[in-house]
């Protein structure tokens, strides 16, 4: 538990103020890909491509996409795995995210339009600390597939 706020507060901190990855995503945002509501029934945009095109992302970004993907990829979705394998998991994947969140350059409209699809992905991450068992663990993973498979839908080098 202690270890889940540290965590979240490392990156709350990393998305503070500035307009690199340093910029907030707002506190209210839903952890799925489309609309969240705030108290006053506002919503903010949902992910969609820039225009007709895909969002830009620097090499560095991309490489970290590309090395949460193999850690995906490594993992045998069709074997079945007893809980400790996905906290194993859900460790490197975290471990992935907090590389990609210290090493981020961007800015402006890219920046913002890779927090539409970052955040739900780090939600969903999360999501596998709190599973009790394994085949909650596996619908939580499934999810984490789909959001990761948007990146190759929005972004590109």
């Not at 839903?30 to 969609?48: C, F, I, K, R």
Request: charged share 25%.
């Amino acid at each position: 538990m202690k270890r889940s706020l540290i965590i979240l507060l490392l990156f709350t901190a990393a998305l503070g103020a500035g307009t690199s990855c340093k910029r907030a995503v707002p506190k209210n945002y839903n952890a799925t890909v489309g609309a969240d509501d705030d108290q006053d029934g506002a919503s903010t945009e949902e992910l969609a491509l820039d225009g007709d095109a895909k969002w830009k992302v620097d090499l560095g970004t991309d490489a970290n996409v590309q090395e949460l993907q193999g850690v995906l990829q490594k993992f045998d979705t069709a074997a079945k795995h007893p809980l400790h394998d996905y906290q194993k998991l859900r460790d490197e994947l975290q471990h992935g995210i907090d590389k990609m969140i210290s090493e981020c350059k961007m800015t402006g409209d890219n920046h913002e339009a890779l927090h539409k699809w970052l955040k739900p992905l780090i939600e969903e991450v999360q999501q596998l600390k709190r599973a009790s068992n394994a085949a909650d663990a596996n619908l939580v993973l499934k999810a984490i597939n789909t959001q990761m498979n948007f990146y190759s839908e929005y972004f590109e080098v």
